[in-house]
């Protein structure tokens, strides 16, 4: 069974530790914050689990293997550097780190050591999400033209990230997980209405290889909660609202063809418009199947879905978003 600690016991780590301890993989747990009432909180509902304050004295502990951290997003790297250093497994929440050369270090530094990085891309784990892929990848939907998304709401401002920083790893994760690509450029623009220096609202446009095209919107000032993406292809089309709750994908038998005149004229179009299907989708909590895929990663030493790799390819979309959005220009 795996040992695992956790730092990091506020707004998310909660569910993580609850995922870890309801694991038949996950052995003794170690709950590490430096805030005493959210250490107390957790010691109360986990009393079985070790209490430790202070991070780097967690780290000195030899029996255990894998650390979870579920901190602010400029702890990730050093954090995350600290138990490399010390031996030990490590899973960090999204986004991997706050720049790509720390996250290529983190990268670099696990796979030294025959360690595995994991980062908490989680909705690689939802059922609509790994439905999509496999969509995709039959080839029902034909060649995938275009991917618009839209991730927006009225909350939650962070003090110390943009909302692409905040946002756009949701997205960005799985652009590439479906299309298996990177984007060769990005480009983005947005503002900062509410903090002078943050922006809160962000269009970005991306581009890949393969030649789909990608646009991602998100937004903290929206009057509702909005979690919609259509993915276009040359056959079908896609639609995954992730607040719906029961049809979260629906493929329309959707399309527009051009049809040469057989005689000297103008070309026509020809419209499609058939069924709607909204296919039967597997039920489990993705966190669950996220901690079980690290847990076993940790075991054998596979390589998980959304290993450190996975986190710096993202990193390095969001760098190329911010970028743009700084300079005006496309990067």
């Known amino acids: 069974m795996v040992r695992v600690g956790i730092v990091g016991l506020g ?88 720049s790509t050369e720390e996250a290529q270090t983190l990268v670099d ?4 050591r025959g360690l595995v990085t994991m980062v908490g891309h989680t909705f690689l784990y939802s059922p609509p999400v790994v439905a999509t892929k496999r969509i995709i990848e039959s080839g029902e939907l034909g060649d995938i033209l275009f991917i618009t998304s839209s991730r927006v709401n009225l ?11 905040d946002l756009c790893p949701h997205d960005f994760s799985m652009l590439l997980y479906w299309l298996d690509e990177e984007p060769i450029w990005v480009s983005a623009f947005g503002h900062d209405y509410v903090i002078d220096g943050i922006p809160d609202v962000a269009f970005v446009d991306l581009s890949f290889p393969g030649g789909t095209i990608g646009n991602v919107q998100v937004s903290w000032l929206a009057p509702s909660k909005l979690r919609r993406t259509v993915v276009v292809g040359s056959s079908k089309m896609l639609v995954y609202d992730d607040t719906e709750p029961y049809e979260k994908i629906k493929i329309y038998d959707k399309g527009v063809e ?74």
């Open 109 to 112: 530094m696990a796979e030294e």
């Open 155 to 165: 909350g939650l401002h962070q003090k110390d990230v943009s909302v692409i920083w």
């Open 258 to 331: 051009m049809i040469e005149p057989e005689s000297f004229g103008e070309y026509q179009l020809a419209y499609r418009a058939g069924d709607i299907v909204s296919p039967k989708l597997e039920t489990y909590e993705p966190l669950s199947s996220e901690m079980e895929e690290y847990l076993r990663c940790v075991e054998t030493g596979e390589t998980p879905r959304t290993s450190g790799r996975n986190g710096l390819a993202v990193v390095r979309a969001l760098e190329m978003a911010d970028s743009s959005l700084k300079s005006g220009r496309e990067s």
């Open 11 to 98: 707004y998310w780590g909660p569910n993580l530790l609850r995922n870890l301890v309801a694991n038949r993989r996950c052995g003794e747990v170690t709950i590490c914050d430096s805030d005493p009432s959210k250490l107390d909180k957790m010691a109360a509902r986990y009393p079985a689990a070790k209490r430790e304050p202070r991070y780097r004295r967690m780290l000195e502990d030899d029996s255990l293997d894998a650390v979870v951290i579920a901190t602010d997003v400029s702890s990730h790297y050093p954090l995350g550097r600290a138990a490399l250093e010390a031996g030990k497994h490590v899973f960090i929440e999204k986004p991997f780190a706050s």
